[in-house]
């Protein structure tokens, strides 16, 4: 029986922060008892039976393990409102309840909620897909560098530059593993740096570093063994966090709260990488967050700033519901990271500041992304951004303060002109133009900006308002492959891209016209 485990290390492995936030897999073969185990292949049974009608798993495995781990008092049974019926504000209070009651009880111990990595479509192309052919001046480009430059690079004297070229490129490929505690940047890196450190020497220190991390990169469910990439803890319980606070029940759920509180301040970069990390081109990230946990030590640009944000909630509440907050200095860190990503354009990218040519991703030799060679600015990253700087600018208004109005200025600017003819904007990290338009609009709302005072926002309303359906909306991920707005097959509403929607509503104001 499989058993998900959270915050433990083993042989080969390193943490600078004891682990929390690591979630992998284990085959125990004497765990569970024979109820348990009858359970577990009665769920793979029956998703096996409806695969073709619902194709994403459950996570019924780990729903399953951790709500045992966190037992729980009844919950509220649910509330039906008929056609025609006023919404009570007991009704959505009872909604409440019971919504983060189920949240309670699948958060890990050390605070983070687990979960399969299956938002972004690039893990598997690379077996299902072609969606990137490769230019003309690319084929050619590699044929010459085949047939003819890598043969006279292999005879001497020239082989000699080869050797040296070697040894660079491996000097960086150690260097990122040991930076991102053999994680790598992700799944595709990970893979080519394993099997880099593989050539050099099957037996070094550095490939039984990458063989330990491979259980990373692993998610169980109920439809077997999948690849995912290095995990969403921070993610994932930001934006949890933020929602539980959102409700007025923060001291029905404090206990929850606090774990999240201790996840959060664990899993806050404290160091820029080792040595002169500018000559291996990487950038600073002391106060960042990272998209998983502190160990894999790359800082994106809206994990900061959503990091930044829950945080920043935190230290309002009493430390005797939630724990001692944060130290102002690594508010100060986290804001310093922000600003140091923003690019001329107003805009953010994710993981680095853009400072390469558009032109190079003419060779993108990966057929399965798009765009994806250099850094480019995303109007979710740009929207988190102003978020965290607005609510820091609001706690700690002396700290900064041309350079953060000026930040925020500039990236209001760029969601703006990013802005599509429908009102709409493209998504690039969830599906997809409800996606990016409801990010877009929470930026401009944090800034004051509404339906009454700013046309960008009426016209993301009316966007909105144009793809709604009878009951709500459903947007397919065919619009991110095909960037036209498509609905789901046969026209069915999705609960979250709904309440994506609402959220913009609400926020713009647009209710109160």
């Given at each position: 029986m499989w058993k998900l485990k959270i915050a433990e290390g083993g042989p080969w492995l390193t943490s600078v922060n004891n682990h929390v936030g690591r979630q992998h897999w284990e085959f125990d073969p004497d765990a569970g008892t024979p109820e348990e185990r009858a359970e577990v292949e009665r769920v793979r049974d029956e998703f096996t039976r409806n695969r073709f009608r619902i194709k994403q798993s459950?996570?019924?495995?780990?729903?399953?393990?951790?709500?045992?781990?966190?037992?729980?008092?009844?919950?509220?049974?649910?509330?039906?409102?008929?056609?025609?019926?006023?919404?009570?504000?007991?009704?959505?209070?009872?909604?409440?309840?019971?919504?983060?009651?189920?949240?309670s009880s699948i958060q890990a111990h050390d605070g983070h909620w687990p979960a399969e990595n299956a938002g972004p479509l690039f893990f598997f192309p690379p077996m299902e897909d072609l969606y990137y052919p490769h230019p003309l001046v690319q084929d050619m480009l590699w044929g010459f560098l085949?047939?003819?430059?890598?043969p006279v690079l292999k005879r001497w004297p020239f082989s000699m530059i080869r050797e040296k070229a070697?040894?660079?490129?491996?000097k960086h490929v150690h260097y990122e593993d040991e930076n991102s505690r053999y994680l790598t940047i992700g799944c595709v890196e990970k893979v080519l740096c394993m099997i880099a450190c593989w050539v050099e020497d099957p037996n070094s220190e550095a490939y039984k570093r990458h063989l330990a991390r491979?259980?990373?990169?692993?998610?169980?469910?109920?439809?077997?063994l999948k690849m995912q990439t290095?995990?969403?803890?921070?993610?994932?319980a930001a934006f949890t966090i933020q929602a539980i606070m959102s409700s007025?029940?923060?001291?029905?759920?404090?206990?929850?709260?606090?774990?999240?509180?201790?996840?959060?301040?664990?899993?806050?970069?404290?160091?820029?990488?080792?040595?002169?990390?500018?000559?291996?081109?990487?950038?600073?990230?002391?106060?960042?967050w990272t998209f998983a946990m502190q160990d894999h030590g790359w800082q994106v640009s809206d994990c900061t700033a959503e990091g930044l944000k829950t945080a920043l909630l935190f230290s309002q509440m009493s430390p005797d519901l939630v724990g001692e907050k944060m130290e102002t200095e690594r508010f100060y860190d986290a804001v310093n990271v922000i600003l140091s990503l923003q690019s001329s354009n107003g805009g953010f990218p994710a993981w680095e500041p853009q400072r390469a040519y558009a032109w190079l991703e003419k060779f993108n030799p990966t057929e399965f992304f798009e765009d994806t060679l250099i850094e480019r600015e995303y109007v979710e990253c740009t929207s988190s951004a102003i978020q965290g700087l607005a609510l820091f600018k609001k706690l700690h208004p002396k700290h900064r303060r041309k350079e953060i109005d000026s930040c925020i200025a500039r990236a209001i600017d760029y969601i703006e002109d990013t802005q599509l003819p429908d009102g709409s904007w493209y998504g690039c990290w969830g599906i997809c133009y409800t996606y990016g338009t409801w990010f877009a609009v929470e930026g401009l709302a944090a800034c004051g900006k509404s339906y009454r005072n700013c046309p960008s926002v009426r016209k993301a309303c009316e966007f909105l308002l144009s793809k709604q359906l009878p009951c709500g909306g459903g947007?397919?991920?065919?619009?991110?492959?095909?960037?036209?707005?498509?609905?789901?097959?046969?026209?069915?509403?999705?609960?979250?891209?709904?309440?994506?929607?609402?959220l913009s509503l609400i926020d713009a104001g647009q209710v109160r016209v």
């Open positions: 459950a996570d019924l495995l780990m729903r399953m393990q951790l709500t045992k781990e966190n037992p729980r008092g009844p919950i509220p049974p649910p509330v039906k409102v008929e056609e025609g019926e006023d919404v009570t504000e007991e009704g959505v209070t009872t909604t409440l309840r019971r919504a983060i009651s189920f949240y085949h047939h003819v430059t890598e070697l040894k660079v490129a491996i491979i259980p990373d990169y692993y998610w169980i469910a109920e439809d077997g290095f995990g969403c803890q921070m993610w994932d007025n029940l923060t001291e029905e759920y404090a206990t929850t709260l606090r774990k999240g509180h201790d996840f959060v301040k664990a899993s806050q970069v404290q160091d820029n990488p080792s040595d002169d990390f500018k000559a291996m081109y990487r950038h600073i990230s002391k106060g960042a947007e397919s991920y065919l619009s991110s492959q095909n960037k036209v707005y498509t609905n789901l097959e046969g026209n069915r509403p999705n609960l979250v891209q709904t309440a994506w929607a609402l």
